[in-house]
């Protein structure tokens, strides 16, 4: 299962998300992406103790394109350093990961 992530990131605004997860999902780089928010976030940011309300994007892929991924988020992405974690999706339905596989441009190895 571990050829499967998910990969998150949070920004200042939903169009911002919605921005994120149409690019990622329209170049294939991600079969799904969730949008949620708004959140309160609390950050040390350049010394200071920062509190923000975000919306988070929760991107379904394959561990293979994690780097395409991290690149697209960081050409729409206006913070100067982004948050962009992957999770490794440890075991889901095999037609919900073939759905991922497929929607990715590729079915990898399953």
Not at 33 to 51: F, L
Not at 104 to 110: C, K, P, Q, S
Request: with cysteine.
């Amino acid at each position: 299962m571990s050829d499967f992530i998910q990969v998150t990131t949070a920004i200042d605004s939903e169009e911002g998300a919605q921005k994120i997860a149409q690019t990622l999902v329209e170049q294939h780089l991600a079969a799904c992406v969730h949008v949620a928010g708004p959140i309160t976030s609390t950050y040390w940011w350049q010394g200071k103790m920062e509190i923000e309300k975000e919306w988070t994007c929760a991107a379904k892929t394959r561990k293979e394109l994690y780097s395409d991924v991290e690149k697209a988020i960081r050409e729409v992405h206006p913070y100067d350093e982004p948050e962009i974690i992957a999770l490794p999706i440890v075991d889901g339905s095999q037609s919900y990961l073939e759905w991922i596989a497929a929607e990715t441009a590729g079915m990898g190895n399953l």
